[in-house]
């Protein structure tokens, strides 16, 4: 199996823009034998322009296809049932965060995953990066932890990707969407009961998809999450309206979480939301009173840009030193992708398992409680 044979699972703006083309790219790995989207143009499209001549628009059909070694999911929402039903096919799996909305379909995906023999990783990117073996050791060197700071400026989707020509199609089967939300509501319901709409999206949308990604990056660079959220805010955040989508013209809340890594360590983790900035930035600096180092991360829809990482300490005689490193051209999404062959061949461990995503899940669920504390407190604070 030294070149895969893989299904994917959803078309969209991230496998246009890096899944497809870092396929291709690393042909000798990989070729793509089937493609699904609800979009039935999209498929075709997609099929006709990558040679691909399975095509369908139920991803039941394409995890049933034991012609393939692997399936790679990449559509929106949980992908906890297209996971299981390639696992009990007995196809490897990458799947996109977030794997699951749960803690029981974490458990019963990790589970199969080990009595199928099949390898199970989830795509966190970020923990991919060249530089973070290195940033994960600069950290362990500074021992004494202070203080981390984790700050994301977030723009649209739209101004993310306005360099490429995604191709989008409204012909996908209305009864299929509607019950693949209805799906999606269902496992955000038991991950954290019938709460408001807008903590609903809070979880599915805004944890599940996109904080999810820094939790990755606390695992790559301690080994570990914050061991509890001591507080969590959103603003401006009205339980009861909920966002309705990710576009230049749509009002997000930014978030601000401040955590524990230890009884001497703390978090300050800021999600903002400014979807007209120029471009997505995001920076993670630890500190120590021997120095500190600090992870500039890339944006996610652009080839080629890689983390960078600076360290700040004293040298041996008292003068401040910098020191940097980068990831040079070698970018994550093309790193994750071949260690994910290196894990289904047997060449290295998984990288992200069900366990992680499993704890990703109950941080998530700590931080729709703190949020639903602080804004029943700013509510009995209005006069």
């Known amino acids: 199996m030294s070149r895969l044979r893989v299904g994917v699972v959803g078309l969209g703006a991230i496998a246009q823009i890096q899944h497809l083309p870092n396929l291709e790219q690393l042909r000798d ?29 139920d991803w039941r059909e394409l995890c049933a296809d034991v ?13 906890g049932p297209q996971a299981r039903a390639a696992l009990e096919s007995g196809l490897h799996v990458f799947a996109e965060k977030p794997l699951c909305f749960t803690v029981r379909e974490a458990d019963e995906l990790e589970a199969l995953a080990q009595s199928s023999d099949c390898v199970l990783q989830v795509g966190y990117v ?47 089967d209305p009864e299929a969407l509607r019950k693949a939300a209805e799906e999606n509501a269902a496992l955000v319901r038991e991950a954290i009961g019938d709460v408001a709409p807008g903590l609903q999206w809070l979880y599915g949308e805004l944890g599940l998809g996109s904080i999810v990604h820094y939790l990755a990056v606390f695992r790559s660079l301690f080994g570990r999450l914050p061991e509890s959220i001591i507080a969590a805010y959103a603003w401006p955040f009205d339980p009861e309206s909920p966002p309705v989508g990710w576009g230049p013209d749509d009002q997000l809340p930014t978030l601000s979480v401040f955590a524990s890594f230890g009884a001497e360590c703390r978090l300050d983790l800021t999600w903002a939301w400014l979807q007209r900035y120029p471009e997505y930035r995001e920076q993670i600096e630890v500190f120590s009173p021997e120095g500190g180092v600090r992870l500039q991360l890339p944006p996610p829809y652009l080839h080629h840009r890689t983390a960078a990482l600076t360290v700040e ?48 899940v109950r941080f998530c669920q700590e931080l729709v409680a703190r949020v639903a504390e602080s804004t029943a407190s700013d509510v009995k604070r209005v006069p």
Not at 138 to 166: T, Y
Not at 342 to 360: E, I, K, L, M
């Open 126 to 172: 970020k923990s991919h990066e060249a530089v973070m073996a290195r940033a994960r050791a600069e950290v362990e060197r500074l021992g004494d932890l202070r203080f981390v700071r984790h700050a994301v400026f977030h723009p649209s989707e739209v101004q993310q990707q306005e360099h490429v020509n995604v191709l989008r199609f409204d012909d996908a």
């Open 29 to 57: 790995l990989y070729e793509v034998a089937h493609v699904c989207d609800l979009s039935p143009r999209l498929v075709e499209t997609i099929g006709e322009r990558n040679g691909v001549a399975a095509r369908t628009t």
């Open 313 to 360: 300490r004293l040298g041996a005689d008292g003068e401040h030193e910098s020191v940097g490193a980068s990831g040079g051209f070698d970018a994550a999404f093309l790193r994750e992708l071949r260690d994910f062959h290196a894990a289904v061949t047997g060449a290295s461990p998984v990288v992200s398992t069900a366990a992680d995503a499993r704890d990703d």
């Open 67 to 79: 012609s393939l070694d692997a399936v790679i999911l990449l559509n929106s929402g949980s992908h």
